[in-house]
């Protein structure tokens, strides 16, 4: 099943994928993570086009560097013998079609990373990687924006990662049976309409149920929680020349099975 966050005449509600449009849940995304069930509103009208909004109920956002042979061979760096673990703040994240934000006083290297992002469904502590899905909720998609040049500052990546409007995330949330294989994901990424990323999660070095593993050993995992397991090669800032975002620019991040996530690029709001 598919479910969102949307609004539509002025009112923002959760709301789940029937009969080709959205209809109001009695409920929201925060139960529908948790495994609630939650139902249509009676008599709720099917909306064909919502506005949708970050499926994001203000969970912790882990984000995953270094985790694709392809885009570490890419950078030149060794590959890591475990992952590579940053957050993502809560006012990093934004919808789809909102704006992110490259303020040229605070990095002029901003990069997209196109990437599948795994939605937690239930409490993992000290999970095996044996039984790492049964925690997953579903996926959404994401888009990992980095400030390269704040990133090569700081000895760690939160300011680079962690800037307001830096975590795209949507258009969508599907339910782990819509897609199947998480390991087997088409994920691009265009810049202004030229393709700049093609790659399939079959290139994750540490995969899903690894990630949950080594997470759930350190930090306790709530429904709602959100993983961002890296992006495949084709960032900007490892292309020869180097290739930024400016503002004017629009980027689209499309996840098989999910949908694509639209953002064009501002100086402030």
């Not at 239930?122 to 990687?129: G, L, T």
């Not at 925690?135 to 760690?156: C, L, M």
């Not at 098989?256 to 100086?267: E, F, I, R, S």
Request: glycine content about 10%; overall charge negative.
């Amino acid at each position: 099943m598919r479910y969102a966050h949307v609004e539509h005449n002025g009112r923002r509600y959760a709301a789940v994928e029937v009969d080709g449009g959205w209809a109001e849940l009695d409920g929201n995304l925060e139960q529908v993570f948790a495994g609630q069930p939650v139902a249509t509103k009676p008599a709720a009208a099917v909306v064909a086009t919502p506005r949708f909004l970050a499926p994001y109920t203000g969970g912790t956002i882990f984000g995953i560097g270094l985790n694709y042979r392809q885009t570490i061979l890419e950078m030149g760096f060794p590959l890591p013998t475990e992952p590579y673990l940053f957050p993502k703040l809560a006012n990093s994240v934004t919808g789809p079609d909102a704006p992110v934000v490259a303020d040229p006083e605070v990095s002029r290297e901003v990069d997209w990373e196109g990437e599948l992002a795994v939605i937690i469904g239930q409490r993992a502590s000290k999970v095996p990687a044996k039984e790492a899905l049964d925690h997953v909720w579903g996926y959404t998609a994401a888009n990992d924006v980095s400030a390269r040049d704040v990133q090569r500052a700081d000895p760690q990546w939160v300011r680079g990662k962690g800037l307001d409007t830096f975590c795209p995330l949507g258009p969508v949330a599907v339910t782990r049976n819509e897609i199947p294989d998480p390991h087997d994901v088409r994920i691009r990424t265009w810049l202004d309409g030229e393709l700049v990323q093609d790659g399939n999660t079959s290139d994750m070095l540490f995969r899903i149920p690894a990630l949950i593993e080594y997470l759930s050993t350190h930090f306790t995992l709530q429904p709602g929680d959100i993983i961002l397991t890296g992006t495949p090669s084709g960032c900007g800032g490892f292309m020869d020349p180097p290739r930024f975002v400016q503002p004017g620019s629009d980027m689209r991040v499309e996840v098989t099975g999910v949908g694509t996530l639209h953002n064009p690029v501002v100086a402030g709001l």
